[in-house]
């Protein structure tokens, strides 16, 4: 039986076509996979089921009636809940005041009642939780499951998860799955965004594929592989194997000793963690997010001062070390839009922020238009940036795309060393597959490169070390070649190996 249906659902932003015509149906109790690259209109379309917007035509049906979803709160009435990959917590309250927020009108709240009957919800769904916990305190994957409560609380029918594993370690992006079966078992319907293609498989039922705004694909998981999935998403064949070549890591790059930094509140965050890094060489850094890994990442690259602690190269190197002055360093921070670009400016001024003040960029002073542009163009043609033009806005590109401008801007002065962190976070196969080519390659040109990601199964393949970091320590280095995915997860989770 049909549980959510949408004939012919298109969405326009001015000349922009988001959704072109989509037509879905998503049967009651299953696990519905929706695939698509960056800016295939996946997120567009989950807005409009959600009521976050409405579209231009077509039609949508709930148990085969239909329906106007004209806000998120008529969303929620309708039985539609969605769980973003940002989690929408309050860190300062309980579990049974983030689950309660915003609900009802009494001004006699029972917060005693309202977390028994918290308990009795999440036992129900063997969703085992404490609900007088404060959030802050509760690791990632505890958090992931008070959202679910929410949605669950609000009396949901139809659970839309947006990249629901993005921050989750292996053990605990198990659980989520055992869970989401059981909801479906159950009868809860599920739709499932993501870029993890294994998951899916899985996971899923049926699997829906978009390209630009369309439906290419409804199938199922019996009937389409990994790969096929992965082409059909990209309309290109796409290289799901990272193909790293060994290569004799030269001369140490980077040294540091006992650091120990402090995050913006001023409590330490790194303590005392000591590596060596050499020429064509790439250390993973593993961990949930929140462990050390940005402060880690900005006293490497000069944004953060150390509280103690070296970081060599030092004004006078030793011979072990690489040969120069002022180490060159590329710096893709973890957030993008945030720190890694200016989003009202265009393609053309992000690639030369780094490098505005120099020849052939400026002269006297004034910028050089001409110049810019010129290599503004080249660089899109050589990053295969998607752009109808240098002087877009970056802003109006997708995830993958801005990735890919931080990327060239960050290769162009050939550093020496490259901090790269959760360089493909919410990027699909097909960029995926560009920015981790291009870091190879850096790495064969015999650059060292600090890989930090929570994406375990990508350090295990993109590296050649990994360092496990916990509240702010490493735990264990290992040769990714001799390292396990569960021995490195249960550590990432804060387990003991014996």
Known sequence: MSYLRLENITKKFGDFIAND????????????????????GK????????????????????????????SPAIGIQLGIGMIHQHFMLVPELTVTENIILGTGNNLHLNLDNKQAEIAQLSQSYNLEIDPSAKVKNLPVGMQQRVEILKVLYRQ?????????????????????????????????????????????????????VLRRGKVVANTTKESATPQQLADLMISRTVNLQVNKKSTSPGAVVLSVQNLQV??????????????ELHQGEILGVAGVDGNGQRELADAICGLRKV?????????????????????????????????G?????????????????????????????????????????????????????TKQLSGGNQQKIILAREL?????????????????VGA??????????????????????????????MCDRIAVIYQGEFVGIFDASMATSEEIGLLMSGAKIS
């Not at 089921?49 to 148990?63: E, M």
């Not at 162009?412 to 959760?422: D, F, N, R, S, T």
Request: hydrophobic residues 40%.
């Open 412 to 428: 162009a002065g050939e550093p020496e060393l490259i901090v790269a962190m959760q360089p493909t976070r919410g990027l699909d």
């Open 432 to 461: 995926t597959e560009a920015v981790q080519q291009r870091l190879l390659t850096e790495k064969q040109r015999g650059t060292a490169i600090v890989y930090i990601s929570t994406e375990l199964e990508e350090i295990m393949t």
């Open 43 to 70: 997120s567009t379309l989950m807005n409009i089921i959600s009521g976050l917007y409405q579209p231009d035509s077509g039609q949508i049906f709930i148990d085969d009636i239909p329906v106007k979803i004209t």
């Open 341 to 393: 670009l200016v989003m009202e400016f265009d393609i053309s001024q992000n690639l030369i922020l780094k490098l505005f003040k120099n020849l052939p960029f400026s002269r006297y002073g004034l910028l050089r238009r001409k110049a810019i542009n010129h290599h503004a163009i080249s660089t899109i043609t050589e990053f295969d940036i998607r752009a109808n033009g240098v002087n877009i806005l």
């Open 307 to 339: 509280k103690q602690g070296k970081i060599y190269p030092s004004p006078n190197p030793s011979p072990l070390f690489v040969k120069t002055k002022s180490l060159r360093v590329g710096y893709i921070p973890e957030d993008r839009q945030k720190n």
């Open 262 to 275: 402090a995050d913006d509140r001023g409590v330490i965050a790194v303590k005392n963690i000591s590596f």
């Open 156 to 208: 949901a029918k139809l659970l839309i998860l947006d990249e629901p594993t993005a921050v989750l370690t292996p053990p605990e992006v198990r659980s989520l799955i055992n869970i989401l079966r059981q909801l479906a078992a159950k009868g809860h319907t599920i739709i499932f965004i993501s870029h993890k293609l294994a998951e899916v498989m899985n996971l899923c039922d049926r699997i829906t």
């Open 21 to 40: 015509n989509i037509n879905l149906n998503i049967e009651t109790g299953t696990t519905h996979a929706i695939l698509g690259e960056n800016g295939a």
